[in-house]
């Protein structure tokens, strides 16, 4: 990515971002890369960093601890051991060796958990398993990095003699110091070691008496120290055992290096793989600390910046006590692909030069692979060059002043600038005469826009705010200001340019009236009434943003209030359908009842030859009447439940109302993928095969008007209502709204038991789980999973 002016990331901050993301890697390999880390301008390795990115944020909040540790440069010993017959020290087997461990635990680590992490595996691919130098080095090194007594069997055999020589050793010289003590010739002090061979203390006027090699004398000449005759013969021994010892010792390590050697260039891609790995942990770790989120990488030159925060501010506020960080303003901005310049207008120290470097910072970011503190809705696009011009470039070296510096910028930029250039400008005009710098930043804006550059521009200056009005590929934007308590609040505002403020801040400290009434003459009366209109302008974007905040939480409980009406009507309607059948049932079987009684009796009269025939057929008729209306009411009733049913011999789409065959299950169709589909049935996505679904017709097509429930009196909704819910990874609020619900059905579904899997993490959202759990009366208690089904990562929820 190409950049301009030299000192452009650290006047955007990405400097400190890169600082920050150092102190998070655990190699100074990786500490190196981090530090001199810039953009990438391809667009498929900045999608491949963001993957890496995101799943390694994944894994490192919500799965076991990933097993990056004992990350060591080994380069400097693979060089000294490729010469032949060379050796290299024994610590360099000890770092290759759990270099080589890292790079096995994390290749097998990342296969296990492939399907989730497709990513990271592309990356562990490189990962070689060297189990046989593993295998080889273990056998020779102890745990503490030390050459193992049977590394070799002449190795043991030597040691074991050195062992058992020095023993011989020592009890000679206890021997002998027992009888040199006995005739008073030795010093208080016990046997001691002179020259890497043991010694006794003898006072000086006794050294003649005793047999043996004078080794040393103390400071006050008064003792000397004598090798004993009787142990002379010993140390030579032991100091050839020594010889042998350190021969076979070069032996051992001269192998080991031909090892080293052999497996040398796999020894190289692990350190560099896992280098990698510590680079994508310490950006993952870093945006986790942000709060970050993957934007969208935009196709074209739309531009939308969803809740962005400024990420020098929230590291700023990291490193501060909690009661005294500042509050930070998110940034909500967005430029469409025609919308090629925004130049953003207001008071100062309003937040126009920190929504340019929010915006480039994040940019930049977002290309070096990190996540960034904004919504996961943001849209970015791919820049290959960012031209920053700050206005504080002033030369002294070259004797250049701040605006010859930033003609400079403007004749590089305008050498280099393309399609897929951001270029921002702070204070555009400042430094030089008012309409001259202008007319001058005017035209570089519009020769910047053909070639179809992304421009951002903040300025007090009226001509330019005229000019944004007027261009087809401009638009005017400001930071919101308070006018009741003139101080900013750092809020972006499309289409409506900013006042200045200057007369109306200067009146509130008191400056004096006939000073800001002379101004305001020289000012001239057109600026002064467009400044005027400008502020009322924005006062009356002010109050009608206010009153759509109303009016959309006015519509918000609107709605609410319809639904509730909808559904206590709908179940009023469904209770009353439900009692008129049952009494039309009730009546049908008194009937029943009572046709059966008049059989009886006519059967009784023709019996006991009464034959009034005229009186029999009236009574016949009476009941037949009386049991058709019945019978037709309840057809009525039939015919109204079954309408639902009606099949349709079209093929159902998405949004249709749709059965399963199986059954008299219905709901909407919500998506069709190939043969299989989702169909919302009451609230729960119920997964099924496209052909076995019929699109439902007539009144029951009436989805606003009617919502279909579903028949769970055979069970079916407990078998629905998943056994286990994973919220891991989500925001606070959507976490608990998806709890609710969750919760909500299983406890209609008749769970005894359920799982939440919240993952480990920094135990934010166990914690809001376990918050609600306790505010819900059904639940009788919740315990935090088995090891196996995920400890501390699962609650297990158990209901009354």
Known sequence: ????????????????????????????????????????????????????????????????????????????????????NSIIPLQAFIKILELNITARRIKSYIEQREEYYPALKEVSIGLIPLEDLEETLQDVLTENGELRNDASPKLKSIRNKIKSQRNNLRTTINRVMGRLSKQGMTSDEGPTIRSGRMVIPVQAEYKRKVKGFVHDVSSSGQTVYIEPVDALT??????????????????????????????????????????????????????????????????????????????????KNQELPKNEQENVVPLDMELSEDERCLVITGPNAGGKSVALKTLALCSMMMQAGFAIPARDSSEIPVFNSIFVDMGDDQSIENDLSTFSSRLEWMKHTLNHADEHSLVLIDEAAAGTDPEEGGALFQSLIEQLMERKSKILVTTHHGSLKVFAHEHEYAVNGSMEFDQDTLSPTYHFKKGVPGSSYAFEIAERMELQDDLLNQA??????????????????????????????????????????????????????????????????????????????????????????????QTIKQARSEVEKHQQKVDTELKKLEDKREQQYQDSKEKPKIGDLVRLQDGNTTGELKEIDGDKAVVLASGLRLKTKYNKL??????????????????????????MVKP??????????????????????????????????????????????????????????????PIQQGGNGCTVVEFK
């Open 1 to 84: 990515m190409h950049l301009f002016p030299e000192r452009l990331s650290e006047k955007i901050g990405f400097d400190t971002v890169r600082s920050a993301a150092v102190t998070k890697a655990r190699s100074q390999m990786a500490q190196e890369q981090l530090a001199s880390m810039m953009p990438f301008s391809d667009r498929q390795v900045i999608n491949r960093r963001l993957s890496q990115t995101g799943e390694m944020m994944d894994l490192l909040q919500n799965d076991s601890a990933f097993p990056l540790r004992n990350l060591h440069d080994v380069e400097d010993f693979l060089e000294k051991a490729r010469p032949k």
């Open 234 to 315: 010993i140390n030579n021994e032991i100091r050839e055992l020594e010889s042998e010892e350190k021969q076979e010792i070069e032996r051992i390590l001269r192998e080991l290096t031909a090892h080293i050697r052999d497996k040398r260039d796999s020894i190289r891609q692990n350190m560099k793989v896992l280098t990698t790995f510590d680079i994508i942990a310490a950006k993952a770790q870093l945006s986790i600390d942000l709060n970050g989120f993957t934007p969208v990488i935009s196709e074209t030159s739309h531009l939308y910046f969803k809740e962005a925060y400024n990420p020098l501010l929230l590291l």
């Open 520 to 613: 305001r003459l020289l000012l001239g009366e057109a600026k002064s009434d467009m400044e005027t209109l400008i502020s009322e302008l924005e006062t009356k974007s002010q109050e009608a943003e206010e009153l759509k905040q109303r009016y959309d939480k006015l519509k918000e409980n609107t709605e609410k209030e319809r639904h509730r009406y909808e559904e206590k009507r709908s179940a009023i309607e469904k209770e009353k359908e439900q009692i008129r059948e049952k009494a039309l049932k009730e009546a049908k079987k008194i009937m029943d009842s009572a046709n059966q009684k008049i059989e009886r009796a006519v059967e009784r009269i023709v019996s006991e030859g009464e034959k009034d025939e």
């Open 694 to 719: 019929v699109k439902v017709k007539g009144a029951s097509d009436q989805k606003s008007k009617q919502k279909v429930k579903v028949n769970f009196e055979d069970g079916s909704r407990h078998k």
């Open 724 to 785: 286990q819910l994973s919220i891991r990874g989500m925001r606070g609020n959507e976490a608990m709204k998806k709890v609710q619900t969750y919760l909500d059905n299983a406890i209609a579904a008749g769970r005894d038991q359920v799982q939440i899997v919240h993952g480990k993490g920094k135990g934010i959202l166990k914690n809001l789980v376990h918050e609600y759990l306790d505010q819900r009366n059904e639940v009788k208690g919740y315990q935090m999973a």
